[in-house]
C-alpha cells in the first residue's frame, strides 16, 4: 500500500502578490512551465477548511486505526506554509487536526459499535499519548515538564516489543478529547523556542505524536493495539539545497534529519519489494520512523504548499512528494496474533544484531562522555595488562615496561597536542568557510534587501499614482458639485426675490383690500343713514302731499262756490283742471309708496360700481393665480433638481466611500511595507554587525594563530633564517589586511548605497502622504464624514527617531504657515460674507449676479490655499530628505574617520614601539641608557 500524498495550499498574504505555481485543476502541480509535475492524490484549494481537509483525507484513516491498523499522518511542506496551522490550528474557533483528530476518536470509541464492518463491539478502550521532538539530533520528552538533570532529552533504544522508540518517554493516559487537547497543547508549548542564525529551531525541528489505542474486539482475548502517528516535519525548504553545502554552512548536525529523511525516502522509493534493506540510522528522526515509512503503517502525507516561492525550493517539495507516493508500506490489522509474530521476529533480529556486536541500538544525548570512557576503558584495560604481566616477569620486565608505560604515556601526550593542533587548523579552515558562506550569505541578504526595497518603491510608486488618480477625479467630482451647487444657490437666490416680490404684491393687496372694506363700510353706513333720512323725507313728502290734496280741494271747493256764485260752470271751471293737475302730482310722487330697500340701481350701474370697486382686485387675483401656479412649477423644479443633485451627492459619495477604503488599504499596505522596510533594515544592520563582528574576530583570530605558527615554525627552523615563516607571515596578513580592507569598502560602498535608496524611499513616502494629506483635505472640505476618511497621516509617520524630530519641527512650520494661511482665508471670508450661516441673509440683500462672483473667488481661494500648502509641503519634503541624507553622509564620514583614526592610532603606536619609543613617543632605554632601538639594531 503506496503512501498517499494530498495537497493543501495556504491562501496568499498581502505580501506575497500573485502566485507562481502552477496548479491544474486535477491537482497536478509544477513549479514552473515545463518543469516537471506532481499529481497529488487530492489538493485542498486554499479555501478549503482544516474540517473539509479532515473530512476528505483524515477521517479514512481513523477508521483504519479503529479497525486495528497503524496509520501515520505526516504534515510536511517549507517553513511558513502551513504545517503547525494544519496541526494545532489558531484559535479554538479554528481547530487543528490533532484536535479534530481525538474528538472523532472518542466519538466513535463511545459510540456502540465503532466499526460497522466488522460489527465487533469495543471493550475497555485505553488511549495513551506520547509526544517528542527531534531538534539537532536531540529527542525531547515534550509530554513531561523538562527535568533538571537531563532537560528531559531521551536516548533512543530498541525493544522487541516497542521497535526503537524514545527511550523513558513519558506515556500519558487520556480519558476524552478536551483532556487529550490539553495536553497536546501543553506539549506544544514545551517546543524548544531557540532561534540560531539558521532561523527559529521549528523550521529544523520535527514533532512527533503518538496517540496508541488499546483495545478489546469481539471475543479475542489479546486487545487489538493501533498507533496513530502525527508528525510535523522539519521545513522542506532545504531539500532543494546541496546536502554537504548547507552542512557546512549550519555544522552536521542542524540539517542531519532533514537530509538524512530525503535519503531514506529516496532508497525507499527505489525499492519497492519487501525484502529490502534500508538504512535508517543515519538521524534519530528516521530511526523513530522507521516503521511509519516502509513499514507495519498505513501512511499518509499533507504537504502544505505556498502559492507564491522559490521555484527551486517547490521543485525539491515536488521531487519528494514524488518519493513519498512510491513508498510501499505494509501495514496489517494488529490483532494479538500478528502483533505475537511481529514481537518473535524482532526479538530474533535483535538477538542477531547482539551476537554480531552490533545492537541494539543505543544513542546518547551526548557524545563526548563516550570517547571519553572509551579512553578510560582503555588505560584500564592497558594498567590491567600490564598488572599481569608485573607479577609473570621478572624486575627487567618490570623496568621495561614502566619505561614503556611511561614513553606510551608521553606518545599519548604528544599524540593528544597534536590532535588538538589539528583541531585547531580544522577550525581555523572551517571558520574561515564559515566566514565567507557568512558573507556570501549577507551579500545575498543584502541583494534580497536591496530587491525588496525596490519592490517596495515600485509598490510606493504604484500607490502614489493611484491615489494621485484617484485625488484628481475626487477633486473633478468636488469643483463640478460645487458648480451644481452655485448654480443651484443662484437659482434658490432668484426664486428668494421672486417670493419676496410676490410677497410685497400680495401685502399691497391686502392693504388694498382692506381700503375697499373700509369704503364699503363707510359707503354702506351713509347708505343706512340717507335711506332713514329718504324715509323721512318720504313720509314727509306724503304729509306735504296729503297737506296739498287738502289745499287743492279745500281750492276746489271754494272755486266751484266761486263758480256758483259767479253762475259759471264749476265742473269746466280752470279750478278743476289745476287740481287734476295737483292730484296727478301728488299721485305720481307718493301714490307708488316707495321703499328705501326698493331703491337699487339697475344691473349696468351694478356692474359698473362692481368694476370700479373690485376691478383691482380680481386684476391681484389673477396675478396671484398666475404666480402660485410658476411657482409651484418653480419649486416642482427645483425638487427634481434637488433630487437629482442629492443623488449625485449620494454616488459621489459612495465613490468617495470607495476611493477611501481603497486608500484605507493602500495605508494597510504602506503599514505593512513600512514595518517590512524596517525589519529588512534592522535585519541588514544586523547582518552587517555580525559581519564585522565575524571579521574582526576572524582577523584576531587568524593573526594570533599565524603568529603561533610562525613562532612555532621558527623556532624549529633557527637555522635558516632565510626561510623565515614569520616573514611569509607577515607577507599574508598584509595580504589579508589588504583584502579586508577592500571588502570593507565594497561593503560601507555599498551601505551607502543602500542607504541612498532608503532615503529616496523615505522621500517618495513623504511624497505619499503629502498626497494622502491632500486627499484628506478636500475630502474634509467636502464635509465627508471624519470617520471614512481612514486613519489620520501622523498615524503613518516614519518611527525613525531623527527623522521624526525634524519631520516635527518642520511639520510645526508647516503647520504655522498653514493657520496663517486659513486665518487670512477666513478674514476674507468674513469680510465678504462667504460663510456658510451667513451667506442667506447674505444672499437675500445681494443683487443677483453677485453670487457667481462670490463663488468664483471662494473658488480661487481654495485653490490658492491648496496650492500654497503643497507647495509649502513639498519644499518642507525635500528639505527632510535633503536633511536625512546630509546627516547620513555626516554620519557615514564620522565614523569612517573614527575607524581609521583608531586605525591609525594603532598603526603610530606600532610604528613607535618598533622605534624603540613608548605610546606617547618617548624613546625607551635600558638600565645602561642605551637606546632600546640601538640595542634591537
Ligand atoms: N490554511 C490556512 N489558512 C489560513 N492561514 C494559514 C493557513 N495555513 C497557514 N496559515 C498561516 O500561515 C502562517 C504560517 O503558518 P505555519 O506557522 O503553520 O507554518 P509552518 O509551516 O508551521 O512554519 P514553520 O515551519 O516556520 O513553523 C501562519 O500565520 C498561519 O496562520
Same mark, same amino acid.
Given at each position: 500500500?503506496?503512501?498517499?500524498?494530498?495537497?493543501?495550499?495556504?491562501?496568499?498574504?498581502?505580501?506575497?502578490?500573485?502566485?507562481?505555481?502552477?496548479?491544474? +485543476?486535477?491537482?497536478?502541480?509544477?513549479?514552473?512551465?515545463?518543469?516537471?509535475?506532481?499529481?497529488?492524490?487530492?489538493?485542498?484549494?486554499?479555501?478549503?477548511?482544516?474540517?473539509?481537509?479532515?473530512?476528505?483525507?483524515?477521517?479514512?484513516?481513523?477508521?483504519?486505526?479503529?479497525?486495528?491498523?497503524?496509520?501515520?499522518?505526516?504534515?510536511?511542506?517549507?517553513?511558513?506554509?502551513?504545517?503547525?496551522?494544519?496541526?494545532?490550528?489558531?484559535?479554538?474557533?479554528?481547530?487543528?487536526?490533532?484536535?479534530?483528530?481525538? =474528538?472523532?476518536?472518542?466519538?466513535?470509541?463511545?459510540?456502540? /459499535?465503532?466499526?460497522?464492518?466488522?460489527?465487533?463491539?469495543?471493550?475497555?478502550?485505553?488511549?495513551?499519548? %506520547?509526544?517528542? %521532538?527531534?531538534?539537532?539530533?536531540?529527542?525531547?520528552? *515534550?509530554?513531561?515538564?523538562?527535568?533538571?538533570?537531563?532537560?528531559?532529552?531521551?536516548?533512543?533504544?530498541?525493544?522487541?516489543?516497542?521497535?526503537?522508540?524514545?527511550?523513558?518517554?513519558?506515556?500519558?493516559?487520556?480519558?476524552?478529547?478536551?483532556?487529550?487537547?490539553?495536553?497536546?497543547? &501543553?506539549?506544544?508549548?514545551?517546543?524548544?523556542?531557540?532561534?540560531?542564525?539558521?532561523?527559529?529551531?521549528?523550521?529544523? $525541528?520535527?514533532?512527533?505524536?503518538?496517540?496508541?489505542?488499546?483495545?478489546?474486539?469481539?471475543?479475542?482475548?489479546?486487545?487489538?493495539?493501533?498507533?496513530?502517528?502525527?508528525?510535523?516535519?522539519?521545513?522542506?525548504?532545504?531539500?532543494?539545497?546541496?546536502?554537504?553545502?548547507?552542512?557546512? /554552512?549550519?555544522?552536521?548536525?542542524?540539517?542531519?534529519?532533514?537530509?538524512?529523511?530525503?535519503?531514506?525516502?529516496?532508497?525507499?522509493?527505489?525499492?519497492?519489494?519487501?525484502?529490502?534493506?534500508?538504512?535508517?540510522?543515519?538521524?534519530?528522526?528516521?530511526?523513530?520512523?522507521? #516503521?511509519?515509512?516502509?513499514?507495519?503503517?498505513?501512511?499518509?502525507?499533507?504537504?502544505?504548499?505556498?502559492?507564491?516561492?522559490?521555484?527551486?525550493?517547490?521543485?525539491?517539495?515536488?521531487?519528494?512528494?514524488?518519493?513519498?507516493?512510491?513508498?510501499?508500506?505494509?501495514?496489517?490489522?494488529?490483532?494479538?496474533?500478528?502483533?505475537?509474530?511481529?514481537?518473535?521476529?524482532?526479538?530474533?533480529?535483535?538477538?542477531?544484531?547482539?551476537?554480531?556486536?552490533?545492537?541494539?541500538?543505543?544513542?546518547?544525548?551526548?557524545?563526548?562522555?563516550?570517547?571519553?570512557?572509551?579512553?578510560?576503558?582503555?588505560?584500564?584495560?592497558?594498567?590491567?595488562?600490564?598488572?599481569?604481566?608485573?607479577?609473570?616477569?621478572?624486575?627487567?620486565?618490570?623496568?621495561?615496561?614502566?619505561?614503556?608505560?611511561?614513553?606510551?604515556?608521553?606518545?599519548?601526550?604528544?599524540?593528544?597536542?597534536? =590532535?588538538?593542533?589539528?583541531?585547531?587548523?580544522?577550525?581555523?579552515?572551517?571558520?574561515?568557510?564559515?566566514?565567507?558562506?557568512?558573507?556570501?550569505?549577507?551579500?545575498?541578504?543584502?541583494?534580497?534587501?536591496?530587491?525588496?526595497?525596490?519592490?517596495?518603491?515600485?509598490?510606493?510608486?504604484?500607490?502614489?499614482?493611484?491615489?494621485?488618480?484617484?485625488?484628481?477625479?475626487?477633486?473633478?467630482?468636488?469643483?463640478?458639485?460645487?458648480?451644481?451647487?452655485?448654480?443651484?444657490?443662484?437659482?434658490?437666490?432668484?426664486?428668494?426675490?421672486?417670493?419676496?416680490?410676490?410677497?410685497?404684491?400680495? $401685502?399691497?393687496?391686502?392693504?388694498?383690500?382692506?381700503?375697499?372694506?373700509?369704503?364699503?363700510?363707510?359707503?354702506?353706513?351713509?347708505?343706512?343713514?340717507?335711506?332713514?333720512?329718504?324715509?323721512?323725507?318720504?313720509?314727509?313728502?306724503?304729509?306735504?302731499?296729503?297737506?296739498?290734496?287738502?289745499?287743492?280741494?279745500?281750492?276746489? +271747493?271754494?272755486?266751484?262756490?266761486?263758480?256758483?256764485?259767479?253762475?259759471?260752470?264749476?265742473?269746466?271751471?280752470?279750478?278743476?283742471?289745476?287740481?287734476?293737475?295737483?292730484?296727478?302730482?301728488?299721485?305720481?310722487?307718493?301714490?307708488?309708496?316707495?321703499? +328705501?330697500?326698493?331703491?337699487?340701481?339697475?344691473?349696468?350701474?351694478?356692474?359698473?360700481?362692481?368694476?370700479? *370697486?373690485?376691478?383691482?382686485?380680481?386684476?391681484?387675483?389673477?396675478?396671484?393665480?398666475?404666480?402660485?401656479?410658476?411657482?409651484?412649477?418653480?419649486?416642482?423644479?427645483?425638487?427634481?433638481? *434637488?433630487?437629482?443633485?442629492?443623488?449625485?451627492?449620494? %454616488? &459621489?459619495?459612495?465613490?468617495?466611500?470607495?476611493?477611501?477604503?481603497?486608500?484605507?488599504?493602500?495605508?494597510?499596505?504602506?503599514?505593512?511595507?513600512?514595518?517590512?522596510?524596517?525589519?529588512?533594515?534592522?535585519?541588514?544592520?544586523?547582518?552587517?554587525?555580525?559581519?564585522?563582528?565575524?571579521?574582526?574576530?576572524?582577523? $584576531?583570530?587568524?593573526?594570533?594563530?599565524?603568529?603561533?605558527?610562525? #613562532?612555532?615554525?621558527?623556532?624549529?627552523?633557527?637555522?635558516?633564517?632565510?626561510?623565515? *615563516?614569520?616573514?611569509?607571515?607577515?607577507?599574508?596578513?598584509?595580504?589579508?589586511?589588504?583584502?579586508?580592507?577592500?571588502?570593507?569598502?565594497?561593503?560601507?560602498?555599498?551601505?551607502?548605497?543602500?542607504?541612498?535608496?532608503?532615503?529616496?524611499?523615505?522621500?517618495?513616502?513623504?511624497?505619499?502622504?503629502?498626497?494622502?494629506?491632500?486627499?484628506?483635505?478636500?475630502?474634509?472640505?467636502?464635509?465627508?464624514?471624519?470617520?471614512?476618511?481612514?486613519?489620520?497621516?501622523?498615524?503613518?509617520?516614519?518611527?525613525?527617531?531623527?527623522?521624526?524630530?525634524?519631520?516635527?519641527?518642520?511639520?510645526?512650520?508647516?503647520?504655522?504657515?498653514?493657520? /496663517?494661511?486659513?486665518?487670512?482665508?477666513?478674514?476674507?471670508?468674513?469680510?465678504?460674507?462667504?460663510?456658510?450661516?451667513?451667506?442667506?441673509?447674505?444672499?437675500?440683500?445681494?443683487?443677483?449676479?453677485?453670487?457667481?462672483?462670490?463663488?468664483?473667488?471662494?473658488?480661487?481661494?481654495?485653490?490658492?490655499?491648496?496650492?500654497?500648502?503643497?507647495?509649502?509641503?513639498?519644499?518642507?519634503?525635500?528639505?527632510?530628505?535633503?536633511?536625512?541624507?546630509?546627516?547620513?553622509?555626516?554620519?557615514?564620514?564620522?565614523?569612517?574617520?573614527?575607524?581609521?583614526?583608531?586605525?591609525?592610532?594603532?598603526?603610530?603606536?606600532?610604528?613607535?614601539?618598533?622605534?624603540?619609543?613608548?605610546?606617547?613617543?618617548?624613546?625607551?632605554?635600558?638600565?645602561?641608557?642605551?637606546?632600546?632601538?640601538?640595542?634591537?639594531?
Amino acid at each position: 500500500m503506496n503512501i498517499d500524498v494530498v495537497g493543501r495550499m495556504r491562501p496568499m498574504t498581502r505580501v506575497e502578490g500573485a502566485t507562481n505555481l502552477l496548479v491544474e +485543476a486535477n491537482g497536478r502541480v509544477a513549479a514552473h512551465a515545463g518543469g516537471p509535475y506532481f499529481g497529488f492524490q487530492t489538493l485542498h484549494s486554499s479555501n478549503t477548511s482544516t474540517y473539509d481537509v479532515f473530512k476528505t483525507s483524515v477521517e479514512a484513516l481513523l477508521d483504519l486505526y479503529l479497525a486495528g491498523y497503524n496509520v501515520c499522518l505526516l504534515i510536511g511542506g517549507e517553513s511558513g506554509a502551513g504545517k503547525s496551522y494544519n496541526m494545532v490550528g489558531e484559535t479554538n474557533n479554528r481547530p487543528g487536526l490533532v484536535q479534530m483528530v481525538l =474528538d472523532h476518536l472518542f466519538a466513535k470509541l463511545s459510540e456502540e /459499535r465503532y466499526h460497522p464492518q466488522t460489527r465487533m463491539s469495543k471493550q475497555d478502550p485505553e488511549v495513551t499519548m %506520547e509526544m517528542v %521532538e527531534v531538534y539537532n539530533e536531540l529527542v525531547k520528552d *515534550l509530554m513531561s515538564a523538562p527535568h533538571a538533570l537531563n532537560m528531559g532529552l531521551l536516548d533512543i533504544t530498541e525493544s522487541a516489543v516497542k521497535g526503537v522508540h524514545a527511550k523513558n518517554a513519558t506515556t500519558t493516559r487520556v480519558s476524552n478529547a478536551s483532556m487529550g487537547g490539553t495536553y497536546f497543547r &501543553n506539549a506544544w508549548g514545551r517546543r524548544t523556542e531557540a532561534t540560531t542564525d539558521h532561523g527559529p529551531a521549528s523550521q529544523n $525541528a520535527a514533532i512527533i505524536l503518538h496517540i496508541d489505542l488499546c483495545v478489546k474486539v469481539g471475543d479475542n482475548p489479546q486487545p487489538y493495539k493501533s498507533r496513530f502517528t502525527i508528525v510535523e516535519l522539519p521545513g522542506l525548504e532545504k531539500l532543494s539545497a546541496d546536502p554537504t553545502q548547507v552542512q557546512l /554552512r549550519e555544522g552536521p548536525k542542524l540539517s542531519k534529519a532533514l537530509i538524512a529523511l530525503s535519503q531514506v525516502t529516496t532508497s525507499l522509493a527505489n525499492h519497492p519489494f519487501p525484502d529490502r534493506v534500508i538504512h535508517y540510522g543515519d538521524s534519530k528522526l528516521t530511526q523513530l520512523l522507521q #516503521e511509519q515509512l516502509g513499514g507495519n503503517f498505513k501512511t499518509r502525507a499533507l504537504i502544505c504548499l505556498k502559492a507564491k516561492t522559490d521555484p527551486d525550493i517547490s521543485n525539491g517539495v515536488l521531487k519528494f512528494c514524488t518519493n513519498l507516493s512510491h513508498i510501499r508500506n505494509f501495514p496489517i490489522v494488529n490483532d494479538g496474533l500478528a502483533q505475537g509474530l511481529l514481537v518473535q521476529k524482532e526479538a530474533r533480529i535483535l538477538e542477531h544484531k547482539q551476537q554480531s556486536g552490533s545492537g541494539p541500538v543505543h544513542f546518547s544525548s551526548t557524545t563526548a562522555p563516550v570517547y571519553n570512557d572509551t579512553g578510560e576503558e582503555i588505560r584500564r584495560l592497558q594498567t590491567e595488562n600490564i598488572t599481569v604481566k608485573y607479577d609473570d616477569s621478572g624486575d627487567d620486565l618490570r623496568r621495561l615496561q614502566t619505561e614503556n608505560l611511561v614513553l606510551k604515556d608521553q606518545n599519548e601526550r604528544l599524540q593528544l597536542r597534536l =590532535d588538538r593542533l589539528q583541531n585547531k587548523f580544522g577550525d581555523i579552515a572551517n571558520t574561515r568557510t564559515d566566514l565567507s558562506q557568512q558573507l556570501l550569505l549577507s551579500e545575498e541578504e543584502k541583494l534580497k534587501v536591496s530587491q525588496s526595497l525596490v519592490d517596495i518603491q515600485i509598490e510606493n510608486n504604484k500607490i502614489r499614482e493611484e491615489a494621485e488618480a484617484a485625488k484628481f477625479e475626487l477633486t473633478n467630482k468636488i469643483i463640478l458639485l460645487e458648480n451644481h451647487v452655485l448654480e443651484l444657490e443662484a437659482e434658490r437666490d432668484k426664486h428668494k426675490k421672486s417670493a419676496t416680490y410676490a410677497k410685497e404684491r400680495l $401685502a399691497e393687496v391686502e392693504k388694498d383690500r382692506k381700503d375697499l372694506a373700509d369704503e364699503y363700510v363707510v359707503l354702506k353706513t351713509n347708505y343706512l343713514a340717507l335711506t332713514k333720512e329718504h324715509q323721512k323725507e318720504l313720509a314727509r313728502n306724503e304729509e306735504l302731499a296729503i297737506e296739498l290734496l287738502n289745499l287743492v280741494n279745500n281750492k276746489a +271747493a271754494l272755486m266751484r262756490q266761486v263758480a256758483i256764485l259767479t253762475n259759471g260752470d264749476p265742473e269746466t271751471s280752470e279750478a278743476n283742471s289745476e287740481i287734476d293737475r295737483i292730484r296727478a302730482l301728488v299721485a305720481k310722487n307718493s301714490g307708488g309708496k316707495i321703499k +328705501a330697500g326698493d331703491i337699487i340701481g339697475n344691473q349696468t350701474d351694478r356692474d359698473h360700481v362692481e368694476q370700479t *370697486l373690485f376691478a383691482n382686485r380680481k386684476k391681484y387675483d389673477i396675478e396671484i393665480e398666475r404666480m402660485r401656479r410658476e411657482l409651484a412649477d418653480e419649486n416642482k423644479k427645483m425638487e427634481h433638481r *434637488l433630487t437629482a443633485v442629492m443623488k449625485e451627492l449620494a %454616488e &459621489n459619495r459612495n465613490l468617495a466611500r470607495e476611493r477611501q477604503q481603497k486608500i484605507s488599504e493602500l495605508n494597510a499596505k504602506l503599514i505593512t511595507i513600512r514595518g517590512e522596510k524596517e525589519s529588512l533594515q534592522t535585519q541588514l544592520n544586523r547582518l552587517q554587525h555580525k559581519a564585522k563582528d565575524l571579521g574582526e574576530d576572524f582577523r $584576531a583570530r587568524l593573526i594570533k594563530y599565524v603568529e603561533d605558527i610562525a #613562532e612555532f615554525v621558527d623556532k624549529g627552523q633557527a637555522n635558516h633564517p632565510q626561510n623565515r *615563516l614569520r616573514d611569509y607571515c607577515d607577507g599574508m596578513l598584509k595580504d589579508i589586511r589588504r583584502s579586508h580592507k577592500e571588502r570593507e569598502a565594497q561593503l560601507s560602498e555599498a551601505a551607502r548605497g543602500y542607504k541612498e535608496r532608503m532615503a529616496k524611499t523615505i522621500h517618495s513616502y513623504e511624497a505619499l502622504l503629502i498626497a494622502y494629506r491632500n486627499l484628506r483635505q478636500t475630502c474634509e472640505a467636502r464635509g465627508f464624514d471624519k470617520a471614512d476618511l481612514g486613519p489620520d497621516e501622523y498615524e503613518m509617520k516614519l518611527s525613525d527617531s531623527e527623522i521624526q524630530s525634524a519631520h516635527m519641527k518642520e511639520l510645526d512650520r508647516v503647520k504655522s504657515e498653514l493657520a /496663517r494661511t486659513k486665518n487670512e482665508t477666513d478674514t476674507l471670508k468674513m469680510r465678504y460674507g462667504l460663510f456658510g450661516e451667513d451667506k442667506d441673509t447674505m444672499a437675500e440683500i445681494t443683487v443677483a449676479g453677485k453670487s457667481d462672483i462670490w463663488g468664483a473667488m471662494r473658488k480661487q481661494l481654495r485653490e490658492f490655499t491648496l496650492n500654497t500648502q503643497q507647495q509649502l509641503e513639498q519644499e518642507r519634503a525635500r528639505l527632510l530628505s535633503e536633511n536625512s541624507v546630509l546627516k547620513e553622509q555626516l554620519r557615514e564620514s564620522q565614523q569612517y574617520i573614527d575607524g581609521h583614526l583608531v586605525r591609525y592610532k594603532q598603526e603610530v603606536v606600532r610604528l613607535r614601539k618598533m622605534l624603540g619609543m613608548n605610546e606617547d613617543g618617548v624613546i625607551l632605554t635600558d638600565r645602561v641608557g642605551r637606546s632600546l632601538r640601538t640595542r634591537r639594531r
